[in-house]
C-alpha cells in the first residue's frame, strides 16, 4: 500500500475541518492519528494525497465520505463501568425516583455504547419494575451502529460486576470465544440515535440525570460553553449531571451546583 506524507498544511486542514464539523480541537500531537485513520479512506477513494481527500470533503460532493471522515476522527475507546462512583450515584438517585414517571438518563456522547449500557445494568437492576429509559447519542454513525449490536471483547467488561455478567451478559461460543453480548431484553430498553452536540439538538426530551464525560477535553472554552449549555436545557430541575473525572466546569456554567469532583446537579 502506497505511503502518503501528511504535511503540515493537511493537518491543519484536517484541524479545521473536524473543528467545523464536531467543534473538535485535534492538537498538533495528534497529527499522527489523523494520519493513521485517514490513510485508508484516501486508498479507498484512489486519491494520490491528503490534500485531494480534503478537496473531496470540501466540496461535499459525498455526505457519506464526509460523515466517514467525521467518524474517524471522532472516535475513542470506552469500556464498561468507567468512572464507577457516577454508577453509585445513578443507583442512589434512581433508587429515590417515585416513580409517577419514567426515570431517564442520556448519555451524551456514548461512542459504542458501553455507557449507555452500563446505565440500563444499574436501572434494571434497582428500579423494581419501575419504568426507565436510556437513550445514547453519538456524532459518529458507525459507533451506533456497533453500540446497537450490543456484542464487545470480553477485555471492555473487566469492570462489570459479576452479577450483572450473569444477569445481563451472555458469554460468546466457538468462533465468538472472547466476546461478549449484552442481553436481548437489556439492548431493548436502550435508544440509540445521532446527535451532534456542537449543532442544534434532536428531539430527546428531558432528563432526570445526563452524563457527559470526558468530552470536553476535545473542545476549545467557547464550544464547552456552547455545549455544556445546550446539553444542560435537556435537564430536568433537581436532575444529576456527570462529567469525567479531569474535567470541570469551572469558567464554562454556572447552571448547576457542584456536590462532589465531576457532580453537579441543577437547582429545582
Not at 115 to 131: F, P, T
Not at 230 to 241: A, E, K, M, T
Request: aromatic share 10%; proline share 4%.
Amino acid at each position: 500500500m502506497q505511503q502518503f506524507t501528511l504535511s503540515d498544511q493537511d493537518f491543519g486542514n484536517f484541524q479545521r475541518f473536524i473543528f467545523e464539523a464536531a467543534g473538535i480541537t485535534l492538537s498538533p500531537a495528534k497529527k499522527a492519528l489523523v494520519c493513521g485513520r485517514l490513510a485508508k479512506r484516501v486508498h479507498a477513494r484512489q486519491l494520490d494525497s491528503y490534500a485531494a481527500y480534503f478537496d473531496l470533503l470540501r466540496s461535499r460532493r459525498d455526505l457519506k465520505e464526509v460523515q466517514a471522515a467525521v467518524d474517524l476522527l471522532t472516535t475513542n475507546e470506552t469500556y464498561f463501568f468507567r468512572e464507577p462512583k457516577h454508577f453509585d450515584l445513578l443507583r442512589e438517585v434512581a433508587a429515590a425516583h417515585d416513580g409517577t414517571r419514567p426515570f431517564r438518563i442520556w448519555s451524551a456522547a456514548c461512542s459504542s455504547g458501553e455507557e449507555a449500557y452500563s446505565m440500563a445494568m444499574v436501572l434494571g437492576d434497582c428500579m423494581a419494575g419501575r419504568a426507565f429509559e436510556v437513550i445514547g447519542t453519538d456524532i459518529s454513525t458507525r459507533m451506533l451502529a456497533r453500540a446497537r449490536t450490543g456484542h464487545y471483547p470480553d477485555t471492555r467488561a473487566r469492570l462489570i460486576p459479576p452479577t450483572y455478567l450473569k444477569r445481563f451478559c451472555l458469554r460468546g461460543q466457538g468462533e465468538h470465544e472472547g466476546t461478549m453480548l449484552v442481553d436481548r431484553s437489556l439492548r431493548a430498553r436502550v435508544r440509540f440515535s445521532h446527535a451532534n452536540l456542537n449543532d442544534r439538538l434532536p428531539d430527546v426530551g428531558m432528563f432526570d440525570m445526563v452524563f457527559l464525560r470526558n468530552v470536553m477535553i476535545y473542545f476549545n472554552g467557547a464550544t464547552k460553553r456552547q455545549v455544556v449549555a445546550r446539553v444542560l436545557g435537556q435537564l430536568r430541575p433537581g436532575g444529576h449531571f456527570c462529567i469525567g473525572h479531569s474535567e470541570t466546569l469551572n469558567d464554562v456554567s454556572d447552571a448547576v451546583e457542584q456536590l462532589a469532583p465531576s457532580v453537579y446537579r441543577k437547582p429545582l
